[in-house]
């Protein structure tokens, strides 16, 4: 809140005194919209263009035809997202997919927090970065390679895990083949690959708190638990919020790679999500119309639930992403 | 400011990139009278040198040459150019993704000119979508212009799929040279050690693979934990085909087998069921690859095993052990074994007449389509028509002699392992020759005196073995011409991971949950898309043939 009223106050100085135009702002700056330009074209290339194309969802795709000529759908242009929600194979992909985005959210939201938080307690500096790089490495590895992993080690007759269960007498553990250790597993690669990454962002808001606070909790006889109970999470509530937001908006989304590469046809109930239900369906089946509107019904929600998301958290008090 | 200069420009792109997505119509049929009139094309040589793009499968083989660029390409390039003055150039596509790959250059109108898939469906979703050539007035008006291409596909493969209704014709199908499909191998040093008998029942097979099991100590010694008896991929309704096949009843109607016969692989069909039901017996034994259905198409895992020397039989294609040169299954065996290890060929899976039928296909194969974009579709028919010529099929089959093959005293082909250029990335190079598939030298007499001669390394008598095995008690699919079946469109490949994935859970359920899972997982096949299918199929039957039972 105090830097938002600081920027108002510089803002109401400056602006009256420099109306410039725009030539000016471009002699004057032009090699920092230089810079910014590079981005802008990646977005204008990748993430504006492709928009026009957004109205295949409403038209029957036709190969050999431009989008502007093709003819409209049935249902006044809703017949695809009509007959997609008679699908068994999309209500299920929708339900993994929320499942598995809810349950990623909820096991794997807290844990770079947790490790931030125990981090952050480590008085030896050079372990404390030792164990900060091993924690990143994991987000370098593709969902292809974490997929091998997982076969190598979880796999019933040949992964290592189940080896040493079977060896020690144990019946082996169906992680990939069955359901529900599925999930979990799933769930799990999750959590692995990205806690230490994730919690980049909490170390850098914990290293902002000022030590003054530390110092007088202390004064007042406030242990490690009571410091960090009462000093680095309300320090952090504004990042968590913020990346809280965030993830909801992901709730919906969520790539095809890491489904692709953990599920397999035993557990094709949860593995299929709408990412890969997308990808089999349309570029594979050739659907595209079909398809474009998933993708189209999965934007819109994902925009609706940052936006009340974003509302909720300003009506609490706190700050949104806006 | 700022915002609203970033604002602007974003608008401004927006505004641009409706705009710049105007252009590129390219709707409208193409009429070949016109064409033909206004081609400059003589004597079956353009005057003006036309340029067209061959699709051509990449199978990225370690060591292979490279696919659109060897001493193939180059010399179909240099006919080409010769004979009808046609510019040719490859273009390369994944073998095992090719139908992904083929719809994403359809979608972006930049297909090949001339493209080759195994996926019917695929070809009829994009005719419908106006983006395929009807190819029916060309191979007509031209006729007299493709005499090889007339000769070697007949009426029978040109027209396979031509509409019976409307007359179009979007693809024309390549013609299998010989009908093999699957077989089932077994080791026969195991056999020997074991002092056992080939199989020839399923209740001698069930048998071995018990012994298989029971001995592992002696067969593999320090490895014996990785024993697998009997190995099926994730891929069950090819890699167990014989076996549900016999299961099948051997007389079953056309009807029948037409109606139920969308999935090739068998799923539908009555009484592949109990096919399921004895793998599933066995998988419980412990006789199977536990971790079969967790790897995909194309993993090496498998292949690596039977390499390794772990696994007792397989089932898989007609010549599979034999494939590959210095690196076939038979050849590493004997590296990694010993001198006396292979696979050989049986025939245990006996149907209820106590034969060995085998459900093969028609005599089609690959199918060749022209997309919309193809503005050379004359050249594009000549290019089929050069590439199916007799003298042309054999330099692509054999090679030349000395680097990829030698004659033996009785002047048949004894095909070598090659280097560097002339490398062949596939058998009998087929993904060069999409007109056939199987070999198909000059004569037939050769052909047979050469035919166990093609795999360097392999014993001729282990080769003729499989081939006669692969040929007993053939039943050859019939061509069921109804036209379009609209429930096909869009859904073969959802419907083929569906398939995988009853066949798979099946295989792996506990016996006592077998019923209920084969028929909740099959009751999702139908529902999905399945039964909307085989309806239509009974329908377009009795439209077209009434209540016979049988083609004529």
Known sequence: ?322 | MKKKILSLLLVCTMAASMAACGGNDNGGKVDPEVKKAAADFENGKFKETKHIVVEIYDRGNDGGSDPENNMYTDYIKKGMLEDHNVDVTFKKVPRWTEVEEINNLLAANTAPDVCVTYSYPTIQTYANMGGVIDLAPYVETYKSDLPNLWNWLGDTNINWDKDPKTGTLWCVEAKLAVSNRVITFVRQDWLDKLGMKAPTTKDEFEKMLVAFKDNTDTLLGADASRMIPYSVSYDVGWRAATLIESFLDPKMSDKEYYINGFDDRKLTENGTKEGVRLLNKWYNMGLMWNDFAQYGSGDTTEDDMMKAGFVGAFTHNWDYPYRNGDDSINANLQRNVGKDAKFVAIDPFEDKNGTHTKFVSGPIDRKVFFPSTNKEPLASLLYLDWISAPEHIQYLQIGDEGVTHDVTADGAIQVKTATGNAIMNSGMNIDYTITVNGLKLTSEELTNKSRALNYPGIPAEDVMNSHKIANTDLRIGKNVNVGAIAAEEGVGDTLSQLRDTVYDKAVVASVADFDKVWDAELKNYLSSGGQAIIDERTEKWKEFFGDSDTLK
Request: hydrophobic share 50%.
């Open chain 1, 1 to 322: 809140m105090a830097a938002e009223k600081k920027e108002e106050k510089v803002k109401k100085v400056v602006v009256p005194k420099q109306k410039v135009d725009f030539k000016t702002y471009m002699r004057r700056y032009w090699q920092l919209y230089f810079l910014l330009s590079l981005p802008l074209v990646y977005l204008v290339v990748f993430k504006y263009v492709p928009m026009a194309y957004v109205q295949i969802a409403f038209k029957k795709y036709m190969i050999g035809k431009n989008i502007w000529t093709m003819p409209w759908a049935g249902d006044h242009g809703f017949q695809y997202f009509i007959e997609a929600f008679k699908k068994p194979a999309f209500l299920k992909a929708l339900r993994n997919t929320l499942l598995l985005n809810a349950l990623d959210l909820v096991l794997g939201f807290p844990m770079p927090i947790i490790f931030a938080l125990i981090l952050n307690e480590l008085p030896f500096k050079g372990f404390k970065k030792c164990v900060q790089t091993i924690a990143y490495m994991p987000h370098f590895l593709s969902w292809v390679i974490i997929g091998s992993l997982s076969l190598q080690l979880f796999a019933k007759d040949s992964g290592m895990v189940n080896m040493l269960v079977t060896s020690l007498g144990g019946k082996p553990i169906p992680f990939l083949t069955e359901n529900a250790p599925w999930v979990f597993t799933y769930v799990g690669w999750g959590i692995w690959q990205s806690f230490g990454w994730n919690s980049i962002v909490y170390l850098a808001a914990i290293a902002g708190i000022s030590p003054d606070l530390y110092e007088a909790a202390a004064m007042d006889g406030a242990g490690r638990f009571q410091k960090m109970w009462h000093i680095t999470l309300p320090s952090l509530k504004p990042t968590i919020v913020v990346l809280l937001i965030m993830n909801l908006g992901y709730i919906m989304g969520g790539g095809m790679e890491r489904p692709m590469a953990l599920g397999n046809r035993l557990v094709s109930d949860y593995s299929e999500v709408i990412a890969t239900y997308v990808y089999n369906a349309g570029i594979k089946g050739s659907q595209f119309s079909l398809t474009t509107a998933v993708g189209l019904f999965q934007s819109v929600v994902g925009i609706i639930l940052i936006l009340s998301a974003n509302f909720i958290s300003r009506k609490l008090g706190e700050r949104g992403i806006w």
